[in-house]
């Protein structure tokens, strides 16, 4: 029966190429039309790679491998890889190995709150300071909007604000506006409203004007200001979604009057990495550095510097994209497994004088059979074992910078704007029906217009308004891991 197995794998090898050419061309006709431009150019790639590997294999001696070592070595190397996803997935929800209790602990978003917490002690109990002004004439690089209600808990708003601005240069700050809206519809309910620390952190303060309420005198330095509360000079109903839409529409109005490059609309929510500007600043040129480079690719609607990573694992919808990389990897590896047997046996044959070219076959064989049989499927069961989002962090391609995300963007906490789109995003913001939220509508437009949508990665904001959560599942879902490693 061993020998039976022996001969059958033997013709298996043997007649391997012309099999996987079949099934090549029989796969991109039928299922997915891709891969054989994909299969053409990894092959006009690996030839010369593969002609190398060829000359230098004439010329090495090769030890003898006994399928049994082989098995033992590669089952070795893949406890340990095992053992490394262990303790690198933990706070990937898409592996096997996710531990929620470690994932969702707040670490680095503590010390940026920390560091919130004292900024906004100085600038309460502290002396004044002079602010930082920008130069007659000039136009802000960024204007930021966040609006803010008052919640029932606690109010993030001052470590939103703290860390947007804490570890900025004078330089950097004077490229900035930023705008807070009080968007209570009596200001005095919300707790930043008359705090000695507003005026300090903001360029502008925007509150409600509703009913016979008037904004009383403000002291001298006071950023603060009062708008109608019936934007549209329409009504205004109290339906969240609605004033949910007119808040945003309110800071976007603030920053489109500045002239600023870009406009962030930032919840009130969040805690900043320390380098979110820097990074924000490298990797915006990077996006439209790629669109100047290419006039005739489609234009960007957003840029996000928050992500939920809850959804960026496998998704069945890419079941496709995973079967193309699959199909790839199994025929590289084919590529390195049939140059390899061809030089083998010149080194191992000829040095020995022992073996037989039929001993050395039905290794060969088996050989084939362990790595197309039993190595490959491991280390892929693996390779989706260890969840995407830490084998996107493993890739050397992987470096920090951006990300196009068509599909999984979640959420709202923070998008940047260029200032080309803010008339046509504050027309969709103001116009009845209120039905959807503004983020769910951002999506439509750039489907129809087909307009891309980019990500900072990793991301420089982290969501930390967890204990708003009335049924305790918000945590689950809105959270960037990654951001919590950072030091």
Same mark, same amino acid.
């Given at each position: 029966?061993?020998?039976?197995?022996?001969?059958?794998?033997?013709? $298996?090898?043997?007649?391997?190429? !012309? +099999?996987? =050419? &079949? *099934? /090549?061309?029989?796969?991109?006709?039928?299922? @997915? %039309? #891709?891969?054989?431009?994909?299969?053409?150019? $990894?092959?006009?790639?690996?030839? !010369? +790679?593969? =002609? &190398? *590997? /060829?000359?230098?294999?004439?010329?090495?001696? @090769? %030890? #003898?491998?006994?399928?049994?070592?082989?098995?033992?070595?590669?089952?070795?190397?893949?406890?340990?890889?095992?053992?490394?996803?262990?303790?690198?997935?933990?706070?990937? %929800?898409?592996?096997?190995?996710?531990?929620?209790?470690?994932?969702?602990?707040?670490?680095?978003?503590?010390?940026?709150?920390?560091?919130?917490?004292?900024?906004?002690?100085?600038?309460?109990?502290?002396?004044?300071?002079?602010?930082?002004?920008?130069?007659?004439?000039?136009?802000?690089?960024?204007?930021?909007?966040?609006?803010?209600?008052?919640?029932?808990?606690?109010?993030?708003?001052?470590?939103?604000?703290?860390?947007?601005?804490?570890?900025?240069?004078?330089?950097?700050?004077?490229?900035?506006?930023?705008?807070?809206?009080?968007?209570?519809?009596?200001?005095?309910?919300?707790?930043?409203?008359?705090?000695?620390?507003?005026?300090?952190?903001?360029?502008?303060?925007?509150?409600?004007?509703?009913?016979?309420?008037?904004?009383?005198?403000?002291?001298?330095?006071?950023?603060?200001?009062?708008?109608?509360?019936?934007?549209?000079?329409?009504?205004?109903?109290?339906?969240?979604?609605?004033?949910?839409?007119?808040?945003?529409?309110?800071?976007?109005?603030?920053?489109?009057?500045?002239?600023?490059?870009?406009?962030?609309?930032?919840?009130?929510?969040?805690?900043?990495?320390?380098?979110?500007?820097?990074?924000?600043?490298?990797?915006?040129?990077?996006?439209?550095?790629?669109?100047?480079?290419?006039?005739?690719?489609?234009?960007?609607?957003?840029?996000?510097?928050?992500?939920?990573?809850?959804?960026?694992?496998?998704?069945?919808?890419?079941?496709?994209?995973?079967?193309?990389?699959?199909?790839?990897?199994?025929?590289?590896?084919?590529?390195?497994?049939?140059?390899?047997?061809?030089?083998?046996?010149?080194?191992?044959?000829?040095?020995?004088?022992?073996?037989?070219?039929?001993?050395?076959?039905?290794?060969?064989?088996?050989?084939?059979?362990?790595?197309?049989?039993?190595?490959?499927?491991?280390?892929?069961?693996?390779?989706?074992?260890?969840?995407?989002?830490?084998?996107?962090?493993?890739?050397?391609?992987?470096?920090?910078?951006?990300?196009?995300?068509?599909?999984?963007?979640?959420?709202?906490?923070?998008?940047?704007?260029?200032?080309?789109?803010?008339?046509?995003?504050?027309?969709?913001?103001?116009?009845?029906?209120?039905?959807?939220?503004?983020?769910?509508?951002?999506?439509?437009?750039?489907?129809?217009?087909?307009?891309?949508?980019?990500?900072?990665?990793?991301?420089?904001?982290?969501?930390?308004?967890?204990?708003?959560?009335?049924?305790?599942?918000?945590?689950?879902?809105?959270?960037?891991?990654?951001?919590?490693?950072?030091?």
């Amino acid at each position: 029966m061993a020998l039976q197995l022996q001969n059958i794998a033997i013709m $298996l090898v043997d007649n391997v190429s !012309p +099999t996987v =050419q &079949t *099934i /090549a061309n029989t796969l991109t006709d039928k299922v @997915y %039309p #891709t891969v054989q431009a994909s299969a053409h150019l $990894l092959a006009n790639k690996m030839q !010369p +790679t593969m =002609q &190398t *590997i /060829a000359i230098m294999s004439a010329n090495v001696k @090769y %030890p #003898t491998i006994r399928p049994k070592h082989a098995n033992a070595a590669f089952l070795a190397v893949w406890l340990i890889l095992a053992l490394y996803c262990y303790s690198n997935s933990y706070d990937d %929800p898409s592996s096997i190995f996710f531990n929620e209790k470690l994932a969702f602990r707040e670490r680095f978003s503590l010390v940026r709150t920390t560091n919130a917490e004292h900024l906004i002690e100085v600038l309460t109990y502290g002396p004044p300071t002079p602010k930082i002004e920008r130069l007659p004439g000039t136009k802000p690089f960024l204007c930021i909007g966040v609006p803010s209600v008052a919640r029932n808990t606690v109010s993030f708003l001052p470590q939103t604000l703290a860390t947007l601005v804490d570890t900025l240069t004078d330089e950097e700050r004077s490229t900035i506006h930023l705008v807070t809206l009080l968007a209570d519809q009596d200001p005095k309910d919300h707790p930043a409203y008359e705090a000695p620390w507003l005026d300090r952190l903001v360029d502008e303060a925007i509150v409600y004007s509703a009913g016979n309420w008037t904004l009383p005198p403000q002291p001298e330095g006071s950023v603060t200001r009062a708008i109608p509360y019936d934007v549209r000079q329409a009504g205004r109903g109290t339906e969240r979604v609605e004033n949910m839409r007119l808040d945003h529409s309110v800071v976007l109005d603030a920053c489109r009057s500045t002239g600023a490059q870009y406009f962030a609309l930032v919840e009130d929510d969040i805690v900043a990495s320390r380098d979110w500007f820097t990074r924000f600043k490298a990797g915006i040129a990077d996006v439209e550095q790629r669109k100047a480079s290419h006039p005739k690719a489609p234009d960007w609607l957003y840029f996000r510097l928050f992500y939920s990573e809850i959804f960026m694992g496998w998704n069945s919808e890419e079941w496709l994209g995973y079967s193309r990389v699959i199909f790839e990897f199994y025929v590289l590896a084919l590529v390195v497994f049939l140059v390899l047997r061809r030089t083998w046996p010149a080194a191992s044959l000829g040095a020995q004088g022992k073996r037989t070219v039929t001993t050395y076959r039905h290794t060969s064989a088996w050989m084939a059979a362990l790595v197309f049989g039993l190595w490959l499927p491991a280390l892929i069961v693996l390779y989706f074992a260890a969840g995407r989002v830490s084998t996107h962090r493993m890739t050397p391609w992987s470096s920090d910078g951006v990300r196009e995300m068509p599909n999984y963007g979640c959420c709202a906490q923070g998008l940047v704007f260029p200032q080309r789109h803010l008339d046509m995003i504050h027309d969709m913001l103001v116009t009845p029906p209120f039905n959807f939220p503004g983020d769910m509508m951002l999506e439509d437009v750039a489907r129809d217009k087909q307009l891309k949508k980019w990500a900072l990665e990793p991301s420089v904001f982290q969501h930390v308004g967890l204990k708003e959560s009335s049924d305790g599942t918000q945590r689950k879902e809105v959270w960037n891991f990654s951001f919590e490693r950072q030091q």
